[in-house]
């Protein structure tokens, strides 16, 4: 067979094979080469700021620098002057199947003014299903009783998996 600009050689079928590698096992396809990353571009550092947290699954910067870390159990964390505030923002109930849970934050582009984060999670319930509401900032926490509902899914329309995407305002 004919030698590709990568080095592979091409199969009978015009499949791509690097040299020297066996075949993967029948109905499995191997990737193709990676390059990752595995040094910093100059001016970069690394530095772990936080610890402990179970299961990120996204994160907001507010204008003030506080970070706001979202986990799949329902828990808003902040990240304040480089250190994880020992109180949760809040804790919402939600259905910890594999990939639901709390799926999703987002500060509202007035966040340091109205104090208006959305969430996005899977709401505990014999029947799980996806709701979107905005939540009021009181300080480093949310101001009690401030969740309103903006979006819900009918429970049958709620996926058993992962439901994906980042949530923007």
Same mark, same amino acid.
């Not at 505990?124 to 903006?150: C, F, H, K, Q």
């Not at 899914?153 to 439901?163: E, F, I, K, Q, W």
């Given at each position: 067979g004919s030698v590709d600009a990568f080095g592979s050689k091409s199969s009978k079928r015009g499949r791509a094979r690097r040299a020297g590698v066996p075949r993967p096992p029948v109905g499995l396809e191997w990737l193709e080469p990676r390059q990752l990353l595995s040094t910093l571009p100059p001016g970069f550092a690394e530095l772990q700021v936080a610890g402990g947290l179970s299961s990120p699954v996204a994160m907001e910067i507010a204008a003030d620098g506080r970070v706001f870390v979202a986990d799949q159990y329902g828990s808003i964390h902040i990240i304040k002057n480089d250190a994880l505030l020992a109180t949760p923002f809040a804790t919402l109930d939600v259905n910890l199947p594999p990939e639901q849970g709390l799926q999703g934050i987002a500060l509202d582009p007035d #966040? !340091? =003014? *109205?104090? #208006? !984060?959305?969430? =996005?999670? &899977? &709401? *505990?319930?014999? $029947?799980?299903? !996806?709701?979107? $509401?905005?939540?009021? +900032?009181?300080?480093?926490?949310? !101001? +009690?009783? =401030? @969740?309103?509902?903006? #979006? @819900?899914?009918?429970? =049958?329309? +709620?996926?058993?998996? /992962?439901?994906?995407?980042?949530? /923007?305002?």
């Open positions: #966040f !340091l =003014s *109205n104090g #208006f !984060l959305y969430v =996005s999670y &899977v &709401v *505990n319930d014999a $029947s799980p299903y !996806l709701r979107i $509401s905005r939540v009021t +900032a009181d300080g480093d926490g949310m !101001l +009690a009783g =401030s @969740e309103m509902v903006r #979006f @819900e899914t009918a429970a =049958s329309a +709620a996926p058993r998996v /992962h439901l994906g995407g980042r949530r /923007h305002v």
